[in-house]
C-alpha cells in the first residue's frame, strides 16, 4: 500500500539526506523517498501497521534529524489552504530572518570601526549572540540528543573556537555571513522551486458542471463523473478530459504539450484537462474521471519523478553520510595530533582545524544535484515530455541506438483509403465485408476503412469475430466466412493473392474462400521525422524502424525517412519486435531507446533501456509501460530530450566537480595556514549558493529551435 505524507520544517538539504538513511532502515517499508524540494515523503508499506503509530514513529525519527521536523497525512480537501498557509509563513520568517540579519551586521560593521577595545569585543559578541543564537539554541538541542555532527553544531564549535583564540571579529563575521549564506542559499532554492511549481500550475481548481435545468454549478473537479457535461468559459482551464458538444474555441496547450500556437476546437474534438479555453464558451461531455485525467496524470508522474532516484543522487547522498564524520576526525588529528607530531602549538593548529569543521556541511552537494535533476525534469514538462524519474534522465545521457515503432509514432496514423482492386463483385460488396472484418477494430486501418464511402453494417448479423494481432479476421457473418488481413493471413488459409507492386498498406478480403479483392491504405509521414532521424544519425545514434507492413512499404517509408535500407525491419508480428528488439539491444554499446504508441508496443517498451511512449494518441497501456511520455505526439522531442539529458549530466559534474574541488583546495590552504575562517565560510555557503543557482539555470534556459 502505497502512502504520502508532507513534510513540515525541513529547512535543510543534508538533513534531508540523514532523513532518508534513518528511515530506509525501517522494516515493513520499501521505496521510501525523501523529497526536499517538493517536502513530501513516499513509500510502500508491505506489513500490515497502524498508520497513527506508524505516524508517530515517523515522526521521532525526524525530529530526532532536525528538531521541530515531522510529518503530517496528505490532506486533499485543504492543499490549497495549506501551500497558502505555508507561503505565508514562509515569507514571514524570512521577513523577520531580514532584520535579524540587517542588526547584525548593523552591530558588526559598527564594532569594527572601534579600535581595540573592550567596547569593541562587546558588540562584535552581541552582534554574534544576535545573529547566531538560533544556531547556538540548536546546537545546544542536538548536542543533548547525542547529535554532534549537524551544522549548528559545527558552526558554533568553529566560531566559539574563534572567541577561544581571541578572534572576536574572525568569529562574529564568520557567524553573520554564514547565516547570510544560508539566507541567500535558501532564497535560491526558493525561487527554484517557485518555477517548477509554476510549471506544474495546471491543476485545474474548479469544473462549471452543467445541471438538468440548463444552469450551471462551480464544483471540485474529482467530483465531476464520466458522461457528465461542463461548461468552460473564455480564459478558464479546462477541468477534465472530454469531447466538445457544443461551440467552438481556440485552445492553449502550451502547457501540456509546449505548442506555442493556439489551436482551434470544434464539435466531435477530443479536448483535455490542463488546457486553456481562449475565446468561446464551449460545452464538454466528460470522457474520463478526474484521477484518470491527462492533468492528473502528468501531474502524478512529475511529482512521482522524484522517487526513482539516479545514481549520481543516490551516490551523493551516500558520499554525505561518510564525508561529514571523515572532515570532522581529520580536524581532530589536525588540532589534538599535528601539535605533537609536527609542532608549532596547540593554538595554531586548532584554528586551522575549525577551517575544516566549517567546510565539513556537504550542502552544496546533496541541495545542487537533485535540484538539476528536478529542474531538468520540470523543464521537459514545460517543453510537453514527461520523464518518470532521474534515473532514466541519467540513462538517456548514454543512449547509441533508437528504434522506432512506425504507424502513429513516425507517421501520422492517419490512413486513408487511396485505392481499390476488385477481382469478384463490387466495390460495393468487397468493401461491405471489409467492413465486417474491421467493425470492432480500433487499429488505424481498421478505422480508415470504415471510415470510407456509405456502405453500412448491422452489427446485429455479425456472429461471430476472431482477430489474431497483427495477422488479420476471421468473421462469421449472415453464416459467411469472411477473412479480412494480410497477405501471410490468406495464405494461412491457402487463399491465393495476386501480386502487387502498389505502394501502401494492402488489406485483402476474402469470402468463404474466394477472393474478392484488395484495399490500399496510405499513411502520410509526420512532418518533423525525417528531421529527428537526420539529426539522430548526426550525433552518432543507429536508428531503426520496426513495422508490420511488407517489405516493399516498410522500405519505402525507411527510404523517405533517411533510415539505412539494411535498419528497416518488416513484416513484424508483436513478438517479433520483442525477439527483434533484443537482437538490438545485443549490438548496442551503450543503451538503447524504443519508441512507439500502441498496446501492441507495451512489451517492448517496457524491455527498452528508454521507453517512450506517443501520449497524444498512444494507449493507456503503453504510457504506463514507458518510461517518458511525448504529450504531442512529435518525434523531435526525443532530439531535445537527449539535449537535456547531455545538459543535466554536464550541470551535475560542474556541481560535484565544483563543490568538491574548492573544498579540498581550502582544506589544505586552511592546514598550510594560507586560508582562514572567511574563505572557508565561501567553501560552504558561497558554493552552496552558486550550486544552487548553477542547477536552477536549467529552467532558464531557452528551448531550441
Not at 555571513?177 to 495546471?202: H, P, R, T
Not at 476546437?265 to 475565446?279: A, Y
Request: with cysteine; proline share 2%; hydrophobic share 40%.
Amino acid at each position: 500500500m502505497k502512502r504520502e505524507y508532507e513534510i513540515k520544517n525541513l529547512h535543510c538539504g543534508g538533513c534531508a539526506s540523514k532523513l532518508q538513511y534513518e528511515l530506509d532502515k525501517l522494516s515493513g517499508v520499501k521505496d521510501i523517498n525523501v523529497d526536499f524540494y517538493t517536502k513530501k515523503l513516499k513509500l510502500t508499506v508491505v506489513e500490515e501497521m497502524d498508520e497513527e503509530e506508524f505516524l508517530n514513529k515517523i515522526n521521532k525519527i525526524a525530529d530526532k534529524v532536525e528538531a521541530g521536523t515531522h510529518f503530517i497525512k496528505k490532506e486533499q480537501f485543504q492543499e490549497n489552504i495549506q501551500k497558502t498557509q505555508v507561503n505565508k509563513n514562509k515569507s514571514s520568517r524570512m521577513k523577520r530572518e531580514t532584520i535579524v540579519l540587517t542588526i547584525g551586521l548593523t552591530l558588526f560593521v559598527v564594532g569594527l570601526t572601534l579600535g581595540e577595545s573592550l567596547q569593541k569585543n562587546i558588540i562584535l559578541t552581541i552582534a554574534y549572540i544576535f545573529s547566531g543564537y538560533d544556531i547556538l539554541l540548536s546546537a545546544f538541542s542536538n548536542m543533548r540528543r547525542g547529535k554532534f555532527l549537524d551544522e549548528n553544531f559545527l558552526m558554533s564549535i568553529a566560531t566559539i573556537g574563534a572567541f577561544v583564540l581571541g578572534d572576536f571579529a574572525e568569529a562574529a563575521g564568520v557567524m553573520i555571513f554564514y547565516k547570510i549564506g544560508e539566507f541567500f542559499q535558501e532564497m535560491a532554492v526558493n525561487n527554484s522551486k517557485k518555477s517548477i511549481e509554476k510549471l506544474m500550475s495546471i491543476k485545474p481548481d474548479f469544473a462549471n458542471l452543467k445541471k438538468i435545468d440548463g444552469t450551471s454549478e462551480m464544483v471540485d473537479p474529482t467530483g465531476v463523473k464520466i458522461g457528465d457535461i461542463v461548461i468552460v468559459k473564455p480564459g478558464e482551464r479546462v477541468p477534465l478530459d472530454g469531447k466538445i458538444i457544443l461551440g467552438s474555441t481556440t485552445i492553449d496547450k502550451a502547457a501540456l504539450t509546449g505548442e506555442s500556437v493556439p489551436v482551434l476546437g470544434e464539435v466531435e474534438d477530443e479536448i483535455l484537462s490542463g488546457c486553456i479555453n481562449l475565446s468561446g464558451t464551449i460545452e464538454v461531455r466528460v470522457t474520463k474521471s478526474y484521477s484518470q485525467s491527462t492533468v492528473s496524470r502528468i501531474i502524478e508522474m512529475v511529482e512521482n519523478a522524484g522517487s526513482k532516484k539516479a545514481q549520481a543522487e543516490k551516490f551523493i547522498t551516500k558520499f554525505a553520510r561518510y564525508y561529514t564524520p571523515i572532515v570532522v576526525i581529520l580536524a581532530l588529528i589536525i588540532a589534538l595530533g599535528f601539535p605533537l607530531i609536527i609542532g608549532g602549538g596547540f593554538k595554531l593548529w586548532f584554528s586551522r582545524a575549525l577551517i575544516f569543521l566549517v567546510i565539513s556541511c556537504p550542502c552544496a552537494l546533496v541541495l545542487s544535484v537533485p535540484l538539476t535533476f528536478f529542474s531538468s525534469i520540470g523543464k521537459a514538462s514545460k517543453q510537453g515530455i514527461l520523464v518518470k524519474g532521474g534515473n532514466y534522465l541519467e540513462r538517456l545521457k548514454n543512449i547509441d541506438t533508437v528504434v522506432f515503432d512506425k504507424t502513429g509514432t513516425l507517421t501520422k496514423g492517419k490512413f486513408k483509403v487511396n485505392r481499390i482492386d476488385v477481382f469478384v463483385g463490387s466495390e460495393e460488396k468487397l468493401l461491405k465485408y471489409a467492413k465486417v472484418g474491421e467493425f470492432y477494430s480500433n487499429h488505424p486501418i481498421g478505422k480508415a476503412i470504415l471510415n470510407y464511402g456509405d456502405v453500412n453494417i448491422n452489427e446485429w448479423e455479425i456472429q461471430g469475430h476472431n482477430e489474431k494481432a497483427g495477422y488479420g479476421v476471421n468473421a462469421l457473418y449472415n453464416n459467411k466466412e469472411v477473412l479480412v488481413g494480410s497477405k501471410k493471413f490468406m495464405e494461412n488459409y491457402n487463399i491465393e493473392t495476386h501480386s502487387t507492386d502498389e505502394y501502401g498498406t494492402v488489406v485483402y478480403v476474402a469470402v468463404n474462400s474466394e477472393l474478392l479483392g484488395r484495399i490500399y491504405v496510405e499513411d502520410e509521414i509526420k512532418e518533423t521525422s525525417r528531421r529527428t532521424i537526420e539529426e539522430l544519425k548526426g550525433q552518432g545514434i543507429d536508428v531503426y524502424m520496426l513495422t508490420g507492413d511488407n517489405e516493399k512499404t516498410g522500405k519505402r517509408i525507411g527510404e523517405e525517412l533517411g533510415i539505412d535500407e539494411d535498419k528497416v525491419c518488416t513484416h513484424l508480428l508483436p513478438q517479433d519486435k520483442v525477439s527483434k528488439l533484443e537482437e538490438i539491444k545485443i549490438k548496442s554499446q551503450k543503451g538503447t531507446i524504443f519508441v512507439g504508441d500502441g498496446i501492441n508496443d507495451a512489451p517492448v517498451l517496457a524491455m527498452a533501456d528508454v521507453g517512450i511512449s506517443m501520449g497524444k494518441i498512444g494507449s493507456d497501456i503503453a504510457i504506463e509501460s514507458s518510461d517518458v511520455v511525448l504529450m504531442n505526439d512529435d518525434p523531435y522531442k526525443i532530439i531535445e530530450v537527449l539535449n537535456l539529458a547531455k545538459l543535466n549530466n554536464k550541470v551535475v559534474l560542474e556541481n560535484v566537480t565544483f563543490a568538491l574541488g574548492v573544498k579540498i583546495v581550502v582544506m589544505i590552504l586552511g592546514v598550510l595556514g594560507i586560508a582562514n575562517l572567511w574563505l572557508a565560510i565561501f567553501a560552504d555557503v558561497g558554493v552552496s549558493i552558486l550550486a544552487v543557482l548553477n542547477a536552477s539555470k536549467i529552467l532558464k534556459e531557452k528551448k531550441e529551435s
